[in-house]
């Protein structure tokens, strides 16, 4: 996303930097799963710009830079502060799933400006990734992000987290090993693609047996309803409890009507209504090729990037 290190940006005009909004918004999204709260971040950014003064802003050898170091500093205190906020959130807290392109700088500016549209689809934004970073510590997210996802050197990393350039050579790796360790490998996109049009299939027909088969005995599904929406509040285990479980939710909904399309850039299901996202499901196989992970977002305001591509 950043073409060039930030040390050789140094010539890069005030006009173009404040253009890089986007990497900002990549950036902050990356740290906190939220595009809500990743526009809060990046307003909050260029607050802290225009509160210095002319000579101060002079001074600053490379904006762009400054501006990711204080953007990811106010994700990492957001970061430390939620895990307190989480202990109060009603159920399962899961990170916000994004539609794929046109969601991004080529769709027209009359369809909106909602954050979502700003952040661009890649590995990092796939929801097993969200998850598994966001059990890592804050500091480990925020070395992990700008150093592996971003490029950003461990010199320049260790300003913003307050630790050691090797401290945060350290916080990247152990990170790093936690998102592998969780990725899936040798599974084709046409695979996975075949396995959750399966999985749709299975729920249009009711085809409870159907859908235990596609399933890990061992599978672990989590959904969040943010208490807006009434759904489990806790992990559910086994493919036949997650079968029921799913077959519930869409019942729940009479009238949903599904579609394979890609979430935060895997293949995943989403349900809707006259029209209206309700329910998006992201998947994660395992490497069997059965679903081990399902993670089902009903809470409406986490939808609100698929409601707009709704009516647009």
């Known amino acids: 996303m950043i073409d060039k290190p930030f040390h050789e940006a140094d010539e890069e005009s005030l006009t173009a930097v404040f253009s890089e ?60 502060s939620a895990r307190a906020r989480r202990e109060w959130y009603v159920g399962e807290w899961l990170p916000e799933p994004l539609p794929e392109t046109p969601w991004d700088m080529d769709r027209p500016a009359a369809v909106g400006t909602d954050p979502a549209e700003w952040v661009s689809l890649d590995e990092s934004v796939t929801m097993g990734v969200l998850v598994i970073l966001d059990s890592v510590t804050p500091a480990e997210r925020v070395a992990f992000i700008l150093h592996d996802i971003f490029g950003v050197p461990f010199n320049e990393i260790a300003e913003t987290v307050g630790r050691t350039p090797a401290a945060c050579r350290q916080l990247a790796a152990s990170a790093r090993r936690r998102v592998r360790a969780a990725e899936p490998r040798g599974i084709s996109s046409a695979r996975h693609r075949n396995i959750v049009l399966a999985f749709k299939q299975a729920c249009e027909t009711g085809d409870l047996d159907g859908l235990i088969g596609l399933l890990d005995p061992n599978a672990i599904a989590r959904s969040d309803g943010g208490g807006k929406v009434r759904t489990a509040l806790r992990p559910i285990v086994g493919a036949d409890k997650i079968a029921r479980f799913v077959k519930g939710v869409l019942r729940k909904e009479p ?58």
């Open 21 to 80: 909004r986007r990497v900002l918004l990549n950036l902050a999204f990356r740290m906190l799963g939220s595009s809500y709260d990743a526009e809060d971040v990046v307003q909050e950014t260029y607050m802290r710009w225009y509160a210095l003064s002319e000579d101060d802003q002079r001074s600053i050898d490379s904006p762009m830079a400054w501006l990711v170091r204080v953007a990811s500093r106010i994700c990492l205190d957001q970061l430390t």
């Open 255 to 312: 009238g949903t009507s599904l579609t394979e399309e890609q979430v935060s850039g895997r293949p995943g299901v989403v349900g809707r209504i006259d029209g209206t996202t309700v329910v998006v499901i992201s998947f994660k196989l395992n490497d069997a090729e059965l679903i081990d992970r399902l993670w089902v977002m009903i809470h409406p305001e986490k939808l609100h990037a698929w409601r707009i591509r709704d009516v647009s």
